[in-house]
C-alpha cells in the first residue's frame, strides 16, 4: 500500500480481481458512454462505501427516518494506472458534502474554497461584514422612522390637497351660479363689478393651493433630503459589496486552475474564455470528472476509464435515478474536460457517427401533396451538428421543395408527415399547432405501472448546463400534458400507449422518467432511464385532414418490437 500512502489515501485498490485482458486502449468520452465494465466495479465498491460508511454524514434521501435536507449527488469514479503498473481507481463527488467537509476517501478539490486563511474565506468575511452594514443601515431605526414619516407626511399632503382641489370646484359652481345670475339681474356696469370680484377670488383660491402645495412640498422635500442621505450610505455599500462579489468571482475562476494530459495548465477563466466567449457557469469545475482528472494527473496516474453515477433522491426538476450511470454535464464541464482530455486518446464521439448507416425510411403514403414516412429508429429527423444525414436530407433528394410537418426524436421510430409543397406544409402545420392532429406512440416502460390511465402534467424547458435534455420547471417551462393508457404488463415491463396532447422535446420520455410523472423510464432510454438495445417508444399512429381534399386520414405502423 506504499502508492495509498503517497496519494494520500484516495488512491484505491479493487476489492475483486480485475478480469483478464487488456485494459482499454483510449479514454472514455465522457459525454456519451456505457460504463466499462472496470469502472461499473469502482462504482459498486463506492456505493458499498456509501451505503457502509457515509450516509450518516450527509442525508441522500435514501433513508427516510435521516433528518435535514435531502440532496442527491453525483459521483464519478476514474480508473487508473499508477507509474508501477498497479490499476485502481480514485472517487469524486459534485459539488460538496457535509457542509463542505472533504472526506478522505474522495479526491479534493480543484480548489478548495473553505481553505483556512485562504483568499476565498478571508474576502467571504469582508462581504458578510459588507452585508451586515447594509442590513444595519436598512434596519436602523432614524431611518425607518423618516420613511413612515415620509409616508404619512404624503397622505396627509395628499389628503389636504385633495380637499382643497375639491373645494375649489364647488367654489367655481358657486361662481358661475353668481355669474349667470348677475348677467340677468345687474346692469352692465355692476356686471363688469361683479365680473372683477369672482375673477379675483378665483385667483385668490388658486394661489392659495399653490401655497398649501410648496408647504407640503417643503415638508416632504426636506424628509426626502434626509432619507436619501441615509439611502446613498445603503447604495454605496450595496454597489462596494456588488464589486467586490464580481471581483471575487473572477479571482475564483482564476484560481481554479487545470492540468491536461500534457500537464499544461489553464485557469477557468481562459478555458471558458477561449473556447466559448463566456464567463464560466456558477459551479463551473466543482464537478466530480474534472477532479478526478486533476488528481490523477497530479498524481502522474494513467487515467483508463471513468464513468458517474447518482446516489440518492432525484433533484425536483431533473430526472436522476438512484445508482444510475450518466454522462457528464455539457455546460459546466464541457470546456473544461475538452481541454483536460489533449493529451489523451480517448473514444470517438457516437454524436459524430451517422446513426443511420444502413438504414432505409419507408414511404406509407404518397401523393401530390403529402408524404408519410416511417422512420426507424436511431435515425435523425433533421441534419444534427455533426451528421447531415436525415429524414429531411433524405426526402428533398426526391422533392426539393418538401417540408417535415413534425420531427421525432433519432432514438423514436414511427411516422412522420411530409408537407411535399409550401400550401400543404402551411395547411398541416397549422392543425399540430392547432393539435387537431390525433397521435398516438407505443412505448414499453421499464418497470410496472400500476395505474391504468391518466395525465401528466408537467411543464418543460431545455436544461441549460446539459443539452440537449429537459427539465420539469413550473417557472420558465412550457406546457406539457400527454394522456396514457397501459395495455399490457408483461415481465416486469409495462406496454402503455401515450397520446401527448402537447408536441415538447423529449415530452413523452421525461414524462414517462420524472419522479412527479410516473416515475418509471422508457426502456432503452439511455438519457433518463438505462441504456438497451434501443429507445422502446414507437410513433404508431397519426389522424389528420389532408390539405387539398379536406378528407380525414388515419395511418398506423406497427412498432418492431411485441406487444
Not at 20 to 38: D, Q, R, S
Not at 95 to 104: N, S, V, W
Not at 418 to 428: S, T
Not at 470 to 483: F, L, N, S
Request: proline fraction near 5%; charge should be negative; hydrophobic fraction near 35%.
Amino acid at each position: 500500500m506504499e502508492y495509498e500512502k503517497m496519494s494520500g489515501g484516495a488512491f484505491h485498490q479493487f476489492n475483486e480481481n480485475i478480469p483478464e485482458g487488456p485494459l482499454p486502449e483510449k479514454f472514455t468520452y465522457p459525454f456519451c458512454y456505457e460504463a466499462h465494465p472496470l469502472a461499473r466495479m469502482a462504482a459498486s465498491q463506492v456505493r458499498d462505501f456509501l451505503n457502509s460508511s457515509y450516509d450518516n454524514e450527509h442525508n441522500f434521501g435514501i433513508d427516510p427516518e435521516h433528518e435535514g435536507m435531502v440532496i442527491g449527488k453525483m459521483f464519478g469514479v476514474l480508473v487508473v494506472k499508477t507509474p508501477e503498473n498497479q490499476t485502481g481507481f480514485l472517487a469524486a463527488y459534485s459539488g460538496k458534502l457535509a457542509q463542505g467537509r472533504q472526506h478522505p476517501y474522495f479526491v479534493p478539490p480543484v480548489y478548495d474554497v473553505f481553505q483556512e486563511d485562504g483568499m476565498y474565506l478571508n474576502e467571504l468575511k469582508n462581504l458578510v461584514a459588507l452585508n451586515e452594514d447594509v442590513d444595519s443601515l436598512e434596519e436602523d431605526g432614524t431611518f425607518l422612522a423618516l420613511r413612515k414619516s415620509f409616508a404619512e407626511t404624503q397622505k396627509l399632503a395628499d389628503a389636504e390637497i385633495s380637499e382643497w382641489k375639491r373645494k375649489l370646484r364647488m367654489w367655481k359652481k358657486e361662481r358661475d351660479q353668481r355669474r349667470n345670475e348677475g348677467r340677468q339681474s345687474l346692469k352692465e356696469e355692476e356686471f363688469a363689478g361683479l365680473q372683477d370680484v369672482l375673477r379675483n377670488e378665483s385667483l385668490k383660491q388658486k394661489f392659495d393651493l399653490r401655497i398649501l402645495s410648496a408647504s407640503w412640498q417643503e415638508k416632504i422635500s426636506d424628509i426626502e433630503k434626509k432619507i436619501s442621505q441615509h439611502q446613498q450610505k445603503i447604495d454605496q455599500l450595496k454597489d462596494e459589496r456588488k464589486n467586490r462579489s464580481a471581483s471575487l468571482q473572477v479571482r475564483l475562476f482564476e484560481n481554479y486552475r487545470f492540468l491536461n494530459a500534457r500537464k499544461e495548465w489553464k485557469s477557468l477563466l481562459s478555458i471558458f474564455t477561449e473556447q466559448s466567449g463566456l464567463t464560466p457557469p456558477a459551479g463551473a469545475g466543482e464537478c466530480a470528472a474534472p477532479k478526478l482528472l486533476q488528481y490523477a494527473y497530479l498524481h502522474n496516474l494513467q487515467p483508463i476509464a471513468m464513468a458517474e453515477f447518482w446516489w440518492g433522491q432525484s433533484p425536483k426538476s431533473e430526472v436522476r435515478k438512484h445508482g444510475e450511470f450518466y454522462p457528464a454535464c455539457r455546460g459546466k464541464c464541457g470546456p473544461i474536460l475538452t481541454f483536460m482530455m489533449e493529451g489523451l486518446q480517448v473514444d470517438d464521439n457516437p454524436l459524430e457517427t451517422n446513426p443511420a448507416n444502413g438504414k432505409e425510411i419507408s414511404i406509407v403514403f404518397e401523393d401530390d401533396d403529402i408524404l408519410v414516412i416511417s422512420k426507424p429508429a436511431e435515425f435523425l429527423s433533421v441534419p444534427g451538428k455533426f451528421v447531415t444525414d436525415s429524414v429531411q436530407t433524405r426526402i428533398q433528394r426526391l422533392y426539393p421543395r418538401a417540408t417535415l410537418v413534425h420531427r421525432l426524436d433519432q432514438s423514436t421510430s414511427g411516422i412522420i408527415l411530409v408537407g411535399k409543397h409550401y400550401d400543404a406544409y402551411v395547411y398541416l402545420q397549422k392543425q399540430f399547432v392547432k393539435r387537431t392532429v390525433a397521435k398516438r406512440y407505443l412505448a414499453v416502460l421499464d418497470g410496472i405501472l400500476e395505474e391504468d390511465e391518466g395525465i401528466i402534467d408537467l411543464p418543460l424547458r431545455v436544461d441549460l448546463d446539459n443539452r440537449p435534455q429537459q427539465m420539469v420547471c413550473y417557472e420558465h417551462g412550457k406546457p406539457a400534458q400527454t394522456r396514457y393508457k397501459v395495455q399490457k404488463r408483461v415481465n416486469g415491463r409495462t406496454y402503455i400507449h401515450f397520446y401527448p396532447v402537447t408536441g415538447r422535446t423529449h415530452q413523452l420520455r421525461v414524462h414517462a422518467a420524472h419522479s412527479s410523472g410516473l416515475n418509471i423510464p422508457i426502456a432503452g432510454d439511455d438519457l433518463y432511464g438505462t441504456k438497451d438495445t434501443r429507445l422502446f417508444l414507437h410513433a404508431e399512429y397519426l389522424e389528420f385532414t389532408h390539405p387539398t381534399t379536406r378528407e380525414r386520414l388515419s395511418f398506423t405502423v406497427p412498432a418492431d418490437f411485441d406487444i
